[in-house]
């Protein structure tokens, strides 16, 4: 009993030591904990991009019309590196959606009646252009692909769908510079600032 009990005590005195007193607590040993900042992956990337040296990074993907002035832009910080441009063709896919309503109100309404049908997956159209209050229930990559999806819409009880060729946004563009320094590699990841919907990335197989 007498072992057990010098055992117990020197237990007890270690643990103290060790983890109740703040001086040796890892926790309160921190410094600056507050400057500790999460990274989410798609800014982890663009991180790396910035600052490794990769064989090749892209700007996109930006609208064809828009090729040139991305093509400027990273030539006026490249000098004389190599640029060049990656061409991605979207092909006309089949859209299921009901056609534009007269009013906003009117579209409302039919928006709370797909609800009541469990249809979740709708995109309300609210642009100034012909499609003005229509209702996209999806696009799909092929006529029999849209055909399933009214078969399904009409079943929970949806009417008056329509599904029709959608027309591709045409060719998107990537404009690549390789073998870059760290420098201008910074400043090219400030270029997509300056077209919408555009990342910097490392090329693809590079």
Known sequence: MLLFA?????????YVMQYANPATDPIAQQIQPERIKLVQPEELARLAVSRRGVACIELGPVAAADASRAEEAVGALAGGLKI?????????????????LP????????????KKQGVDDYEFISDDSVWRNAI??????SEESANRRVDELKRRGVRGMQAAPREGRGARVYVQLRDAPEPVRLRFVELKDGFPGADVRECPGA
């Open 103 to 114: 009013t906003r109100a009117a579209a409302n309404q039919r928006v709370a009646e797909l």
């Open 6 to 14: 010098n055992a117990a005590f020197f237990a007890y005195r270690f």
């Open 136 to 141: 996209s229930l999806g696009v799909y990559g």
């Open 84 to 100: 060049s441009q990656r061409r991605v063709d979207e092909a006309n896919r089949w859209w299921v959606y009901i056609p534009p």
